[in-house]
Nanobody, 129 residues
């Protein structure tokens, strides 16, 4: 079992920044990949970013590339999402997720929700114009 707890959401003006954190517990954190997703009202949950076991490989959706940065601290069992140059369309509930079943050599389709077997409860991010 893995427990994930997000924090760091809030209300920010367009152009501002926020840093989300996701604290993991229950299994050895460095042995699984992590991802961030978001869901806006009335929309499907969508992929934002993913990071591999060591943190040396990352992926981003086109909508956040160049503005968001994912990172992880395996000593603190935490994954982060630094969000800069925020836009009103970034408003959503942000979820972190853990992929504990994929082996590192087979890490692919990182944007697919079915790859992730544990999810946090989400943190609200609201960007005002």
């Amino acid at each position: 079992q893995v427990q994930l707890v997000e924090s760091g959401g809030g209300l920010v003006q367009a152009g501002g920044s926020l840093r989300l954190s996701c604290a993991a517990s229950g299994r050895t954190f460095s042995r699984y990949a992590m991802g961030w997703f978001r869901q806006a009202p009335g929309k499907e949950r969508e992929f934002v970013s993913a990071i591999n076991w060591s943190g040396r490989s990352t992926y981003y959706s086109d909508s956040v590339k160049g503005r968001f940065t994912i990172s992880r601290d395996n000593a603190k069992n935490t994954v982060y999402l630094q969000m800069n140059s925020l836009k009103p369309e970034d408003t959503a509930v942000y979820y972190c997720a853990a992929d504990t079943t994929t082996i590192e050599s087979s890490w692919n389709r990182v944007g697919a929700k079915y790859k992730y077997d544990y999810w946090g409860q989400g943190t609200q991010v609201t960007v005002s114009s």
